[in-house]
């Protein structure tokens, strides 16, 4: 009898599945991935409307096309030290169970295409952040790529940003 733990069971059914194209990102000096089909566009780094009393890794706010986008520095949300903001980066806009929002990043590189042999499950151990917002880690020849649950990563409640609503 297999048994699968929660963890591979969640990085099959992802590689299984046919959005298995994730965008590349830096975020200090470990490269992330997330679901390509949660990207909305890309924009380069913009002034942002503070919001008062916000938690300090949600930025303030941006007009998007008359829509009030909330931006979340992620570098500030996993305590990868002081961000600094220059041309390369990047401010990635998000669309989450209906919600737009934008999240800062270092840089973005490129879109890859995992297979489900190249993604493992996350290890079991204290990481920067909780691993449940963890797809697994994914790997390209040279390279890993942390890859982030971003749907659960957003709507947690100590992002705030989206309301877990039981209808």
């Known amino acids: 009898m297999m048994q699968n733990t929660p963890s591979s069971a969640q990085a099959s059914n ?15 000096k470990e490269e992330y991935g997330i679901h390509i ?52 980066t990047v401010v990635i806009i998000l669309n989450i169970g209906g919600r737009v929002m934008g999240m800062v990043v270092d840089s973005v590189s490129d879109v890859i295409t995992l297979t489900a042999d190249q993604v493992k499950p996350p290890p079991e151990m204290g990481t920067a952040f909780n691993t449940n917002y ?30 877990n609503v039981a209808t």
């Open 14 to 28: 992802v590689a299984d599945n046919t959005g298995n194209e994730f965008l590349a990102f830096t975020l200090g």
């Open 37 to 88: 089909l949660k990207v909305q566009e890309l924009r380069g780094y913009e002034t942002v409307t503070r919001i008062a009393n916000a938690p300090e890794f949600i930025k303030g706010v941006v007009n998007l096309r008359g829509i009030i986008v909330p931006i979340v520095d992620m570098r500030i949300k996993f305590n990868l030290g002081e961000p600094t903001y220059d041309q390369f």
């Open 134 to 163: 963890l797809i697994g880690l994914g790997t390209l020849e040279e390279r890993m790529l942390i890859l982030i649950d971003i749907d659960k990563l957003m709507s947690s409640s100590e992002m705030g940003l989206i309301e």
